[in-house]
Every structure is written in C-alpha cells, then in structure tokens.
C-alpha cells in the first residue's frame, strides 16, 4: 500500500480515481473513526481516518482499488437510553458502499449490546467474522447502444416482478443464471416480457438486504427484500458473476439488455425504514455509526424508536444527512444505474415528523426541485402504519400511487357484489374523486388488482381464507382484510363449471385492469395462473411456492391477457393523459364517454344510484392525441358490456352510438372473435362475464 493522504470530506462512499481510494463516512456522534481494509483471506488493517470536517471523516490511500473489502469501526458514546450506540467492536457497513460482499451470520457478535437487554452493557464481540464487507467498485461502464425508453405514462404497462423468482425455474435459462440479473436479461425471458406487451419491469428491493433473526430462527429467509442495509449496493445474492463487484456490472447489463427491448426498470426502493430492526436488533451500519441521526425516536424517550413501518424502526428523514443520503442514492441508480423510476415503499413514512404526515416535507421539497428525479417515474405506496398513514391521492403531482380504491373496489364489483355501478365507474375512469380536484390526471392512479403483498389473483379465487401455516406464525400473519373469493369448496377438486368461473373471473379482473384509465400494473404470473396456495403473505418464501412455475402455465390465459395488451396498446386513445369529460368537444363531436344500462338507455342522475345495478355498458370515443406535424387520425370506437351479476343479463346495443361492432373480447370465451353486432341487437351476457367490441381501423387483438 502506497501514499496515505488526508483527502477530502466528499463525496461521501469509497471512490476509486485510477490510483488509489478516497474513504468518506458521516458520524456526528463518533469520537474516531477507523478504516478496515481486509484481504482475500480475511485479515484486518485499521487505518485512522484523519481528516474529519464537522460529522465528516475522509481519507485517501494510494494504491488501494476495486475489490477491496473494507468496513468501519466508530469509537464514542455508547448510552443506548440516550439514542447513542457507538461500539467500535462492531464493524460497520459503508451506508455509500457500491458492492457488499457475503451475507450476515448470526451470532451474539451481531448485537451491540449483551444478552436480551437493549439497554444493557455494550458488547465486547468482535462482528467483523460475521457481517458482511463493503467492497471498492470502478463503476466505469459502457453504455454504447443503449437508450432509455421514456415511455409516456397513457403508454405505460407495468410488470412487477422479483428478480430470483421470476427465473428461478425458467427452462430457458442456464441453471448458473436462474434466480439473476443475468438470468432477467436472458433472451427468452425478454422474449416473453416484450411479447406480453408491458412496458416497465417494477423490480421488488434490490438494493442490498439482510434476513431477520425471527426469520432465520424458522429455517427460512427474507424472499421480498424489504430490510435494506446498502442503499447504493445491488444485492449480491442476485448475481451470477461475483459478489466482489461484479454484481455492479451484471446489474448494469441487465438494464441495458431491457432497454434495448425498449423496457423500463422501475426499482421498489425501501427509504422508510432499513434492515437493523428494532432497538433490540443488529448493529450492522447505521445503528453503529450515528443511531440519533439516522432513527426516529421518541421525543419523551430518546432510546426508544419510532416505528411507523412496522419493521422496528423509521429513518429520520427530517435529519439533513438522511435526506442527503436518499437523493444521492436515488441520484445515483438513475445517473449511474440507468433505472427509468421508483416505487416508494410506505411512502407517508417518509414524510413524516415525530407523528403527523407532514404534506410539505422535506422529502417532497428535495424530491419535487431536483432536476434528475423531474425527468423520471415516481409511485407512492401511499400508506403506511402509522396514524393517519392512509394518504391515497394525496401525494403531489410529481407522483404516480398505487390506488388501493381502485383494487378494493374493482374485486368487490366482480367477486362479492359490494360495489355498484358507480363505484365501478370512478375507479374505471382513473378515480377522478381522488385526483382530478388537486389538478392531477389520470396516470396519478396506478391500477392494480393484485400484487406481491396479497393473494395472487387465481388465488383470490380460489380461497376465501388465507393459508400462511407454511410461515410458522400459525396463520395470524397477513392482511386479515386481504380475504379471498372461493368459486367453489377450498380443497376439494373443483368441478368443470367451478373451473370455468375462475377462469373467467380472471380474465374479468386482467380486462378490466387493462382497459381502465390510468396506469395498469400487472403483477408477474398472474397472466397464467400462477398460485402460492393460498399463501397471502409470501415475504418468507423463497422456494417454488413464491417462484414462477412455467411449466405449469395457463396457456390460454396468457395468451387472452397478451391479446388485451397489445389491443390496448394499438387503440390509440383508450387510454388517456386527460380525463374523460362525458361531453362533446370543438374537435370531437362525439362524447367521449357515455354510460348505458343494458336496456340501450343512456344513464341518468337517478341510474347511478341504484346500488344493486351490477351490470352497465361503456362506449369509448377514442380521440387520439394529436401529433405535430403528423395528419390527423380517424377516432376509433370501444363499447364495454360488464355483467357483474349472477344471472346473464341481455344487453341493447345502444342506438345512440354508431357501428358496425366487431368483438375483440368474451371473457366467456365462447363468442368467435370479430363476430358483428348492429345497434339495437340484444347481446345475451353471461353471468361473471365481460364483452368488447371495436369499431375502427386498428386490427383486433394483438
């Protein structure tokens, strides 16, 4: 090892500059601070960092580059009842780190304190045997040929899916690559996803995670990721290439290999809270380093956190290093990474102050000025568990949210009878209840009907109660509200006519999601019948019963869901950047909506308030959005016949609305595709079933 130089204070992390490493860490409550450098064969060197500028503590030593293990150790105030939890015997992980190599072991050593006490005695035991390194990246990287996407949000389909669980039993894949980055950016696998016709891959946690004790004491594993401990690391179980840095660079061809099938990669990033648990928990990084700074805590009780995610503890985000830490972090995955976007986990919980949802944040202001962040995708999860922590169409224009309305309402219309017409009609028309008051439009709704955190749709189907005994916490773990719809008797094999309502309801659901205003995600797997058994809460899971079983695949299912995709996609108008107004315009003399019973008669004020009304038909005007420069295209017409209703129901063709129809879609499956229907036809609508039919130049389906 050559020169060792004071450096400088930032950036912050580990950075390579061709000859030797700048150290960078924040600690405002460390007394001193140690660099350790470990080799191939785990033998530690401490080195003092000796520039320090505020809470900043930097060197520089020459000679020293990519691959290189390293941690810290922090030397001050152990006074747990305080907030303070410095234990220089615990070495620490690089919060800035690129790459972390190996995965925690767990031992005593882990902990900062001795025994079952949070509040006890500092710990002696040395960790560094047991917690994993952060690791020196050259980040350099050639991104020739690759071009971002920047799909518009009307055009936007997103898929979320988990990156071990997608490929982890894919036939096409080699088996060194199943469960990777590498595996993701297969052929086959970007074959299939561009086939289906989605537009964005939304990727469950991938910055670097660890297991829970809890967890690992039942012989299973953190499968969902949401537990960070690296937020600039890609996590290195994902990789097939070497945790040693390379993951970095598998990462990077994963999302360069999406791209140029013209797929955006949105990352579900977990900022509210990290993997260190509660004040009984690890000292693996942030706890050691500054635990005041980093955490909530309570006003009255300074030791004690805040925890409004229901991990054990809550980033303080109000702290102007944490805040720092998020957006450089973020900052770097979309300059550095190339990612088209993000999903905020627990979203409020970032907003948040000692308890109250606070809409003027400092989060909100960093993320709402920063010129890098304007240019891409944000979703909210706009809940979390704290009070008041239901914020669903609350967030500022710059997000997108999940809309749980939209999927609550949606099953209850389809499954259990719950919602009327109306209900129907908001949540189809992208919830403009939700929105369109704050100035917002349609893409602010990000539709779904099922995701990771649930039942898979076939199994909201297919079981009215959840089934978690296989995560050992005796079935009390899960959503209690997240309650399934059995067509038929759980357990028993269902007969033909139980099969065919399934099916149907899930061809139901996906038309629905699909062709509704606002932004569709999609769940991986729920295009072919994917189950989990009945498990409604899989985060524990990392086995065949959360991975994809192509094998077992509903064939004809995925290719309806492929139909209705590409149909969407090419109908240029069905979905929209503006809202639909229900009235003719300057350059449309048509509605662009209207709303009929199955009589043919367009609703009235009274129509909408018969709550028992399941069954009601749409016709769409799709007025194109105009293109500069680009002659102006004929609108095509889609009219919708929803029968939510236990009896099959004959709908009129409304005369008021102009053919000739063709159907594109029987969610019966039994009417011929393109088959013609006049104005004024009676359509007989099966119960559970939808119909759509075309009129236009775009060919039908996909």
């Known amino acids: 090892m050559g020169e060792r130089r004071t450096g400088q204070a930032w950036p912050l992390g580990a950075h390579f500059d061709g000859r030797g490493t700048s150290f960078s860490v924040f600690s405002d409550a460390g007394k001193l601070v140690e660099l350790c450098l470990f080799d191939a064969d785990g033998a530690e060197r401490r080195v003092e960092l000796e520039g320090r500028e505020g809470p900043y503590w930097f060197g520089y030593l020459e000679g ?28 620490l992980i690089d919060p800035y780190a690129r790459a972390i190599e190996g995965r925690l072991r767990w031992d005593p050593a882990v902990f900062g304190h001795v025994g079952n006490d949070p509040f006890g005695a500092m710990s002696t035991l040395d960790s560094a045997p047991f917690v994993p390194r952060s690791v020196v990246v050259d980040g350099q990287f050639d991104w020739a040929g690759e071009v971002r996407p920047r799909h518009a949000w009307q055009d936007t389909v997103i898929y979320e899916l988990h990156v071990k669980g997608f490929t982890a039993q894919h036939p096409d894949v080699p088996p060194a690559q199943r469960g990777t980055y590498a595996g993701l ?84 990033v977990v900022y509210n809270h990290t993997g260190e648990g509660n004040e009984s928990g690890t000292t693996l990084c942030f706890r050691g380093l500054d635990n005041y700074a980093y955490y909530k805590h309570a006003p ?47 979203a409020p919980a970032l907003l948040r102050t000692a308890q109250w949802v606070d809409p003027f944040s400092a ?29 669903v169409g609350r967030f500022p224009a710059v997000f997108s949210e999940w809309n749980g309305k939209y999927r609550d309402s949606m ?17 189809f028309t992208g919830s403009a209840d939700l929105y369109r008051s704050a100035g917002r439009h349609p893409r602010a709704s990000v539709n779904f009907v099922a995701c990771h955190d649930g039942f898979t749709l076939l199994d909201l189907l297919s079981y009215e ?47 629905t999601l699909l062709v509704s205003q606002g932004v569709p995600m999609l769940m991986a797997g729920d295009e072919f019948g994917r189950s989990q058994q009945g498990n409604n809460n899989a985060y524990c899971q990392d086995s065949p019963l959360s991975w994809l079983d192509w094998q077992g695949m509903d064939t004809a299912l995925l290719e309806f869901t492929r139909r209705v995709i590409h149909f969407v996609r090419r109908v240029q108008g069905l979905r929209l950047a503006r809202w639909l107004d229900g009235r003719p315009s300057d350059r449309w003399p048509e509605k662009d909506v209207s709303w009929f019973g199955p009589d043919g008669l367009e609703f009235g004020v009274l129509d909408w308030d018969r709550a028992a009304r399941r069954a009601l038909c749409v016709h769409i005007a799709c007025h194109p959005e105009p293109v500069p420069g680009a ?46 229907r006049s104005a004024g036809e009676v359509v007989l609508v099966a119960p559970y079933a939808a119909q759509v039919y075309h009129a236009g130049p775009v060919p039908l389906g996909g």
């Not at 960070?228 to 994963?254: C, D, L, R, W």
């Not at 099953?411 to 949540?427: I, N």
């Not at 089934?467 to 033909?496: I, L, V």
């Open 465 to 511: 109660k959840k089934r978690n005994e296989a995560n050992g916490e005796y079935n009390r773990d899960g959503e209690s509200h997240n309650r399934g719809w059995n067509c038929g008797a759980e357990g028993a094999t269902p007969d033909p006519a139980v099969l065919a309502l399934r099916a149907r309801q899930q061809r139901n659901l996906l038309l």
């Open 363 to 391: 989060f909100l202001g960093a993320v709402q000025q920063d010129p890098v962040l304007q240019r891409i995708k944000l979703i909210a999860e706009p809940w979390d568990l704290g009070s008041g922590g239901y914020q």
């Open 64 to 91: 020293v580059g990519p691959g290189q293990r390293y941690g810290y150790r922090v030397h001050g105030p152990y006074e747990p009842m305080a907030g303070h939890r410095c234990n220089p015997h615990k070495l």
């Open 631 to 676: 002659p102006e295209r004929e609108f095509e017409r889609v009219l919708f016949l929803f029968n939510a209703d236990a009896e099959a129901v004959p709908f009129t063709i409304p005369n008021a609305v102009a053919g000739p129809w063709r159907l594109a879609f029987d969610t019966t499956e039994t009417q011929p595709q393109g088959t013609r």
């Open 300 to 346: 009255e009780a300074p030791g004690r956190y805040l925890d409004h995610t229901g991990c054990g503890n809550t980033l303080q985000t109000r702290h102007p290093q944490v805040l720092q830490l998020l957006m450089d972090s973020m900052r770097y995955w979309v300059e550095e990474m190339h990612v088209d976007g993000f999903r905020f986990d627990l």
């Open 411 to 427: 099953r209850e219309f389809w499954c259990r009878g719950a919602a009327g017409v109306g209900e129907f009609a908001r949540r």
């Open 185 to 268: 950016a297969h052929p086959s696998v970007i074959d299939y996803l561009q086939r289906l016709g989605v537009t964005a891959v939304e990727l469950l946690p991938v910055h670097q995670f660890e297991d829970d004790e809890v967890v690992r004491s039942r012989g299973l594993h953190n499968y969902w990721g949401y537990a960070t401990i690296g937020y600039f690391a890609p996590h290195n179980s994902y990789a097939s290439s070497g945790q040693a840095g390379e993951q970095v660079a598998e990462f990077k061809h994963m999302v360069a290999a999406l791209h140029r099938a013209g797929i955006e990669v949105l990352l579900d």
